[in-house]
């Protein structure tokens, strides 16, 4: 006695085939969707390094502007100093 399920090409061999490329399908996707995850997180990641690498490119510029400003005031200091002592220098002749 033959059943329908003994015939060949019967549909549940097509379903089974079936549901397995939709699971595949599926993990591939969700592969996929981890991956772009992952990357998005990357570009952001990036994105804030860049970031900080211009504001700490923004503060050793101000530190030197402010470095550069500091020996001029001291050289100027100096030389107000010498001018000074020399005054004193002349006084005490």
Excluded: H, N
Excluded at 56 to 63: A, N, S, T, Y
């Amino acid at each position: 006695m033959l059943t329908a399920c003994d015939r060949p090409g019967d549909s549940s061999s097509t379903f089974a085939s079936d549901s397995a490329s939709s699971q595949a399908q599926k993990d591939y996707d969700e592969q996929v969707k981890r991956q772009q995850a992952q990357l998005d997180a990357y570009d952001r990641q990036v994105k804030r390094a860049d970031a900080l690498l211009v504001t700490q490119e923004e503060f050793m510029k101000r530190e030197s502007d402010a470095f550069a400003r500091f020996e001029k005031i001291l050289d100027t200091w100096e030389s107000q100093q010498k001018q000074y002592q020399k005054y004193l220098d002349s006084l005490a002749k």
